[in-house]
């Protein structure tokens, strides 16, 4: 048997990781906690202003949109159904890749975008149970 034969019998040694195809019920699995999050925060600030809600919805689509384009082009799954989000499908469409060696830089530098969609309704929680008990 040659090395030919080999490679075309085990498929696994010759397929990058990142080649791969995430099931659509993996990137569902990924993306509905977050987007309950977005809606649930919603009504949550709803109920101490309607602007302050409508902004946070504002917020929370941009803060997406800014981690496709600041993030997701320098990632090796842009442009691949191997990311478990599915954004680097969205992204692809989007914005042009980048050099995916500065990845781990760049997501450092910019995670801290989302992370306001994740306390905020938290925090506005506690107020409400605090003034609204």
Known sequence: MTNLDL???????????????IPLWLVMLDNIP???LFIVGFLII???STIAAVLFAIYAVLSIVWFWARICPYCHHLDTHACPCGYGIISSKLFSR????????????????????????????????????
């Open 98 to 133: 980048k050099d995916p060696g500065f990845f781990k830089k760049v997501f450092k530098r910019n995670i801290l975008i989302v992370f306001p969609n994740w306390f905020i309704p938290f925090f506005v929680g506690i107020y409400l149970l605090l003034t609204q008990y």
């Open 34 to 36: 977050t987007i309950f």
């Open 7 to 21: 490679n075309l019998n085990n498929d696994s040694t010759t397929t990058p990781c990142h080649s791969r195809k």
């Open 46 to 48: 709803k109920l101490i």
